[in-house]
């Protein structure tokens, strides 16, 4: 079929189907100006990608309101914007670079068009001078007002990582990676260990979704490739970890195979353990700063979830106290509140072919039990929550590995059966966080809070048995707590003087004392033990157990 009758039968079809235009279909009589064309491709091509057709198109020499086929004289080899031509114009102010086509023909009735093939947006809204646009009924407008298409458009990409690369075989895959693609394999299907030792290597690849039958795709080379294949692929292929302390800062680029690069993140971040005080007890909760599962968790959900069209990099910041996960892409089905108490399946991934390989390989699972792994890891540890900002073109995920508030994480301490939700919404209120009326009384209700709108803060956790104030006043800080204390770093330490024991002590004691009443209570103590013979004053002035003591 030559090209006018080609194109004259897509006319027809398209006006039998649709009798009018709509947002992937323009009809024009003649050319108007440069703004106008771009902002119809601009149009054209998001409205393409939400009709969930391959191409959008824009046809001159029809009529718009009664689709006769009139002809047009537009051509767009002599038109020019400025000294530019029109057409280099075009395809340098639209963004990101699509490859529309123009066509010129004779339709059946001898009558000349002009047709652009305008491919759809894919990953993100296609713009012209930095704006986007969209038809909305007969007018041609700016896409932003619309939210929701525009996380359609974001959400529309086709699988980036599963496009095979020409010209890459096994030589330019790492041999270290690969091993641990077949021990992550081995641990994902256990009951196939015996048979995983008699595959020849292009078998296990093929087998664990690493390539598509036999061939290297972009998502093999992210995850197995040399450093080098990157480049193949046209993209930067980087994880970036930077430190930025007050005293501090730092940085280091990892490249592919993203398998192994990982751990090199994961080994720079400085993890410690430290210590947590439980109510009434000299034996504190040790919890390291960060879990290592949840910082891989994190790091491998930013590979498989990062949209890999706008050839950014994943970006890890360490803080003094958090660990910040940066990556391109919207969230991409649903919030990540609907995974948080892991009842939510996603039904597909942006990366499909690199998801997969990633599940096979025991890098993540797909039952979208990730976020809520994580959330659960920092329950465990008395720590806050996650933190997501979820922009319309990248998510970022804030790891605490501090206390914020030590009612919170006494609470968690004190009250281990607390259920995942009831915990969420107290971290809300210990990070000053909105939470609906309903949660605030169901909180009230268990005695996990107190307070009134809007300040709402943590109860202390002894406080549940009762919920008067004057009782977790006594229980909390008791004079047996402070006296075990005390009793406990001069076992430690031999003396201490009075400024040391103030440092020691007043943190303990109630808020809602005075500086002066705090210290006339350590004064008070001290006085008791002294006359019951547990302390004595030495030379300096300085603290100590007696010597018949047996406290």
């Not at 106290?321 to 995974?339: I, K, M, P, R, V």
């Amino acid at each position: 079929m030559d090209a006018n009758l080609r194109y004259s039968t897509l006319l027809d079809s398209l006006k039998a189907r649709f009798s009018r235009e709509n947002r992937s279909l323009e009809f024009k009589s003649n050319y108007q100006d440069p703004q106008k064309l771009g902002e119809y491709i601009s149009a054209l091509s998001n409205g393409a990608c939400l009709d969930h057709v391959d191409f959008g198109y824009l046809f001159f020499g029809v009529e718009d309101k009664t689709l006769k086929v009139k002809g047009t004289q537009f051509d767009i080899h002599s038109q020019k914007k400025g000294n530019q031509d029109l057409e280099l114009y075009l395809r340098q102010t639209i963004s990101p670079k699509i490859n529309f086509k123009i066509e010129e023909f004779t339709y059946t009735n001898g009558n000349r068009l002009v047709l652009f093939i305008i491919p759809a947006a894919s990953g993100q809204p296609t713009e012209f001078l930095g704006k986007s646009y969209i038809r909305v009924d007969s007018s041609v407008t700016g896409l932003s007002p619309f939210i929701d298409w525009i996380k359609e458009i974001y959400n529309s990409t086709t699988d980036w990582t599963g496009e095979v690369v020409d010209g890459m075989g096994i030589k330019d895959l790492d041999e270290e990676a690969i091993e641990l693609a077949k021990k992550g394999y081995t641990e994902r299907h256990p009951s196939m260990a015996s048979e995983i030792g008699k595959w020849d290597l292009e078998t296990f690849l093929d087998k664990a979704k690493l390539t598509k039958n036999g061939q290297i795709t972009r998502g093999t080379l992210l995850l197995i490739g040399k450093d080098y294949t990157a480049f193949e692929i046209k993209h930067i292929g980087q994880i970036v970890w930077k430190l930025q302390t007050a005293t501090e800062t730092a940085g280091e680029i990892f490249t592919v195979p993203f398998l192994v690069s990982t751990s090199k993140v994961l080994a720079k971040i400085r993890n410690y353990r430290f210590k947590i005080y439980p109510e009434d007890s000299l034996i504190p909760a040790e919890v390291w700063k960060y879990d290592t599962n949840t910082i891989l968790e994190a790091l491998h959900n930013c590979i498989a979830h990062q949209s890999y069209e706008s050839n950014s990099r994943i970006i890890v910041t360490e803080k003094e106290d958090t660990l910040e996960f940066w990556n391109a892409g919207s969230f991409y089905q649903g919030s990540y509140e609907d995974y948080l108490l892991g009842t939510k399946t996603p039904d597909k991934y942006r990366n499909p072919f690199l998801a997969t390989a990633m599940v096979n390989i025991k890098m993540i699972d797909t039952q979208g039990y990730g976020i809520h792994t994580m959330y659960e890891a920092q329950r465990l540890r008395y720590l806050p929550m996650p933190d997501y900002k979820v922009g319309m073109d990248s998510v970022s995920m804030t790891l605490y590995g501090n206390v914020i508030d030590k009612d919170y994480s006494l609470m968690l301490m004190s009250h281990s059966d607390l259920d995942l939700a009831t915990v969420i919404q107290l971290d809300r209120v210990q990070k000053h966080l909105p939470i609906t009326a309903s949660a605030i009384k169901i909180l009230r209700s268990k005695k996990l809070v107190e307070g009134r709108q809007p300040s709402i803060y943590i109860a202390k956790s002894i406080s549940q048995v009762s919920g008067q104030e004057p009782d977790y006043t006594k229980a909390k800080y008791n004079d047996k707590f402070c006296t075990d204390l005390l009793i406990q770093a001069l076992k430690d330490h031999g003396k201490l003087s009075r400024p040391k024991i103030d440092e020691l002590l007043l943190e303990y004691l109630p808020k809602h004392l005075t500086e002066e009443q705090k210290f006339k209570k350590i004064t008070n103590l001290l006085y008791k033990l002294r006359v019951g013979g547990f302390i004595k004053v030495g030379k300096g002035k300085l603290w100590e157990l007696n010597d018949s003591s047996e406290t």
